[in-house]
Structures are given as structure tokens and as C-alpha cells.
């Protein structure tokens, strides 16, 4: 199993850009979520999934967007990039609720 | 509001010696709390867990230990290695129950000293 898989690693954008960041993982959790992680800071909760078909928001969802058609995907989209979108974003999935599981993380800056 | 958060940011230690990483925590109705260590340029990776019914949880080299009187938790790492250099979080399932994820700490720093 490959886990959980993040694309791409780095993107440097432009304010007011958009880009899709994507999460597969193949372990077949229910629960997939989006965390960013700000320097010298813990995760923050964006959104999050608990199955195909429904999703929701976190502590920080604002300026972002998800969807998740399918088990496996779970891909987060930033409409208008702002510097305050600056930051690595981690996606994790589980089985349970509690125990997940992270990507390798993407690492964004708008500039 | 309430919140996770470690008493040190940083954590320096000799090779061979054991580590104890501490947390605090506020909300009293978390019942379920995990440590992760998040090594440079990598996503955070399940290290033990332990629920609120408990007071200790060992796994390999690493214990987990459970204060619910004074809302506190801590990791002890035996015999560290060179490879435990890491950030360590702690992270609580906040309401207790909820799909909402974890709430994280912001995180040790632990030094391995040659």
C-alpha cells in the first residue's frame, strides 16, 4: 500500500490563483481530512470527510473548498490565493476516527 | 478557548538517556489522545495512543502516561536514539466523539545530543 499520497509537493502561486491540491490514499478509510500547518505551529483542521459523498468544515475553512466523490480521493481547492494561504498542507485519512494516517504534506506559498 | 499545548518548545537530551515530553490539555471532555512525531519535511506519524479509561499505555521504547486530575499528559521515550529527533504533538479528540479530527498542540522539538 502506498498510504496516503499528496500532489503536488511544492507550488509557488500568485495572489488571486487557483489550484487543486490532491489526496489519494488506498487503504479504503472512511474518514479522509485536510490539515495546514503554519512554522513552528500544531494542524489546523480545514475540512474533513467521514465517506464518499459528504464532507465538512473544520476550524479553518475559509478560502477553501473540497469534494469527495470517490473513497479514495479527497482533493482541496483554493479559489483565490491569498499570502495567508501560506503554509504546508497535510492530508490524512482513517479508519477509525482517531488514528490517521498523513501524506507527506504540500508545501505552498503565495507570493 | 480550549485548547492543547506543551510546556517546552524544545527539548534537548543525550543519546542513550530517556526523554519525557509533557502536555497539557483543557478540555475536560476529551476522552482519547494520541502522540505523533513529525520528523523534517514529513506528514506526522501515529506514535501511541491512549484513551481516558486508562493511566498508562507502553508500547516499544515508548510509554504514554495520563493525569485526568490535572489534565495532563506525557511521552517518555527510553533509551534515546539519534532517529527520535523530531517534533512530538500531542492531540486530543476535543469533543469527544466527533469526526472533526484532532486538536493538535503546537509541538516539541526533541534534540538527540551526541
Known amino acids: 500500500n502506498a498510504g496516503v499520497t499528496q500532489t503536488p509537493k511544492f507550488r509557488i502561486l500568485k495572489i488571486g490563483q487557483s489550484m487543486t491540491l490532491q489526496c489519494t490514499q488506498d487503504?479504503?478509510?472512511?474518514?479522509m481530512y485536510w490539515y495546514r500547518q503554519d512554522p513552528g505551529m500544531g494542524l489546523k483542521l480545514i475540512y474533513y470527510?467521514?465517506?464518499?459523498?459528504?464532507?465538512d468544515k473544520g476550524e479553518v475553512p475559509n478560502g477553501y473548498n473540497v469534494s469527495r466523490s470517490t473513497t479514495e480521493d479527497f482533493p482541496l481547492r483554493l479559489e483565490l490565493a491569498a499570502p495567508s494561504q501560506t503554509s504546508v498542507y497535510f492530508c490524512?485519512?482513517?479508519?477509525?476516527?482517531?488514528?490517521?494516517?498523513f501524506g507527506p504534506g504540500t508545501r505552498l506559498t503565495v507570493t | 478557548g480550549e485548547s492543547v499545548g506543551l510546556h517546552l518548545p524544545t527539548l534537548s537530551v543525550q543519546e542513550g538517556d530517556n526523554s519525557i515530553i509533557n502536555c497539557a490539555y483543557s478540555?475536560?471532555?476529551?476522552?482519547?489522545f494520541i502522540w505523533y512525531k513529525q520528523e523534517s519535511g514529513k506528514g506526522p506519524q501515529f506514535i501511541i495512543d491512549i484513551r481516558s479509561n486508562m493511566d498508562k499505555r507502553q508500547g516499544q521504547r515508548v510509554t504514554v502516561l495520563l493525569n485526568k486530575t490535572v489534565k495532563h499528559l506525557s511521552l517518555q521515550i527510553a533509551a534515546t536514539q539519534p532517529g527520535d529527533s523530531a517534533v512530538y504533538f500531542c492531540a486530543e479528540n476535543g469533543s469527544g466523539g466527533g469526526a472533526d479530527g484532532l486538536t493538535f498542540g503546537k509541538g516539541t522539538h526533541l534534540i538527540i545530543q551526541p
Open positions: 490524512a485519512s482513517s479508519q477509525q476516527v482517531y488514528e490517521q494516517y
Open positions: 470527510s467521514v465517506g464518499a459523498g459528504i464532507t
Open positions: 478540555n475536560s471532555a476529551s476522552d482519547y
Open positions: 487503504m479504503n478509510h472512511n474518514y
